[in-house]
T-cell receptor, first 112, second 114 residues
Framework: DAKTTQPPSMDCAEGRAANLPCNHS???????VYWYRQIHSQGPQYIIH???NNETNEMASLIITEDRKSSTLILPHATLRDTAVYYC?????????????FGKGTKLTVNP | DTGVSQDPRHKITKRGQNVTFRCDPI?????LYWYRQTLGQGPEFLTY????????KSRLLSDRFSAERPKGSFSTLEIQRTEQGDSAMYLC????????????FGPGTRLTVL
């Protein structure tokens, strides 16, 4: 699975959009981009995933560049409860073990 | 609450003792995963089951570790002769055939080995 690079930490003001970047320059054609987050003392939580088109759900939006070498997770109106570590994971489509390979992620702090 | 439960939530044990953790996945999920997380790191894959079959084990899973999933429902993870380096959060996750990569995690069991 492709390796990802994320900034170790970011800050965001409550109510503003949080834009979390992820580089995955070695991604291959059959690999998806998944985002998870982990709030302190809880297990990771799935947020969103995409292949090449932009995706949106009730939690976030995922923007993937045309060359698929990077992506951005957008939390449109961050709240204090969005303070967490956010993990960007690149993983093949179904057919493997689907084990998630977590890096260190980005620690997002939402400030009042 | 994701629907995945783990028991116990915390375990303190002395070095050399055996410990066993339990995970109850979401009932219709046929895949079950175990991960381990140490402070400041992301979770690391240990092993996974498809129904009752254990299909992959990480090299992190030494011979002191054993996992089972009898009847393809709940799973147990046992650590024999615990060492201080086993202190970590042990996370269980489950997923459906339709999207194995969307995994639902339990709250974890925090193990402290004294």
């Amino acid at each position: 699975d492709a390796k990802t690079t994320q900034p170790p930490s970011m800050d965001c003001a409550e109510g503003r959009a949080a834009n979390l970047p992820c580089n995955h320059s070695t991604i291959s054609g059959n690999e998806y981009v998944y985002w998870y987050r982990q709030i302190h003392s809880q297990g990771p939580q799935y947020i969103i995933h995409g292949l090449k088109n932009n995706e949106t759900n009730e939690m976030a939006s995922l923007i993937i560049t045309e060359d698929r070498k990077s992506s951005t997770l957008i939390l449109p109106h961050a709240t204090l409860r969005d303070t967490a570590v956010y993990y960007c994971i690149v993983i093949k489509a179904q057919g493997g073990s689907e084990k998630l390979v977590f890096g260190k992620g980005t620690k997002l702090t939402v400030n009042p | 609450d994701t629907g995945v439960s783990q028991d116990p939530r915390h375990k303190i044990t002395k070095r050399g003792q055996n410990v066993t953790f339990r995970c109850d996945p979401i009932s219709e999920h046929n895949r079950l995963y175990w991960y381990r997380q140490t402070l400041g790191q992301g979770p690391e894959f240990l092993t996974y089951f498809q129904n009752e079959a254990q299909l992959e084990k990480s090299r992190l899973l030494s011979d002191r570790f054993s996992a089972e999933r009898p009847k393809g429902s709940f799973s147990t993870l046992e650590i024999q002769r615990t060492e201080q380096g086993d202190s970590a959060m042990y996370l269980c996750a489950s997923s459906l055939r339709e999207n194995y990569n969307e995994q639902f995690f339990g709250p974890g069991t925090r193990l402290t080995v004294l």
